[in-house]
């Protein structure tokens, strides 16, 4: 199946710092690509859809201004979490859809483990 | 109410059990279904999509009912790898598409 990359797999840094991740789809161009996060023993919840070359869609609640995404290529997608706070801790996880899927079908990213102390 | 409901167990059976997994929706808009699975501390994979002929994927059978918004999941011969959570995941159609996870069934194989 389809190949996403995330990285970094997890990052530990100081509250009031920004941390980026990154989203690579390896074997296919993806147009969109989708931007999750999972706190513990909850549901993933969307955070935002990343358009290539236009601004992304944030999800009722997600701050824009906090987490800025950037999709510059058909490849690659970025999540930047600005300030981060210890409530900001969780896995964030990335996925993208090949265009010429038949279905819905999304292919995830292994996640990216964020804690802020 | 959760657009997308199931049981968050756990469900503990032995090895060669059948065990069965519910779920249900609330938006009409919903189009297509999924169940994936999730490992603990990794990414959600996709197990199977779900029509409403049902369909069957060697131990594991998925049923859909539009009418009732209803989804199921059937593993059958259970098998200590099977130990994970079973998320039910609703792609929504509002202009975008959007996937709408449930919290996930967590079941537990054991010998």
């Known amino acids: 199946g389809a190949v996403v990359s995330q990285h970094p797999s997890w990052v530990i840094c100081k509250s009031g710092t920004s941390v980026k991740i990154e989203c690579r789809s390896l074997?296919?161009?993806?147009?969109?690509m989708f931007w999750y996060r999972q706190f513990p023993k909850q549901s993933l919840m969307l955070m935002a859809t990343?358009?290539?070359?236009?601004?992304?869609?944030?999800e009722q609640g997600v701050e824009k201004d906090k987490f800025l995404i950037n999709h510059a290529s058909l490849t690659l997608s970025t999540l930047t979490v600005t300030s981060a706070h210890p409530e900001d801790s969780s896995f964030y996880i990335c996925?993208?859809?090949?265009?010429?899927?038949?279905?819905?079908?999304?292919?995830f990213g292994p996640g990216t483990r964020l804690t802020v102390l | 109410r959760k657009e997308v409901e199931q049981d968050p167990g756990p469900f503990n059976v032995p090895e060669g059990a059948t065990v069965a997994f519910n779920c249900t929706y609330s938006?009409?808009?919903?189009?297509?279904f999924f169940w994936y699975r999730q490992d603990c501390r990794k990414e959600p994979k996709l197990l199977m999509s779900v029509y409403s002929s049902g369909n069957e994927d060697g131990r594991f059978t998925a049923q859909l009912n539009r009418a009732s918004q209803y989804i199921s999941l059937l593993i059958r011969d259970s098998k200590l790898s099977d130990s994970a959570t079973y998320l039910c995941v609703v792609n929504i159609r509002t202009g975008f598409q959007k996937l709408v996870f449930g919290t996930g069934t967590r079941l537990l194989v054991s010998p």
């Open positions: 074997d296919f161009q993806a147009t969109t």
């Open positions: 938006n009409s808009a919903s189009q297509s």
């Open positions: 996925s993208a859809r090949p265009p010429s899927a038949v279905t819905d079908t999304q292919y």
């Open positions: 990343s358009n290539e070359g236009s601004k992304a869609t944030y």
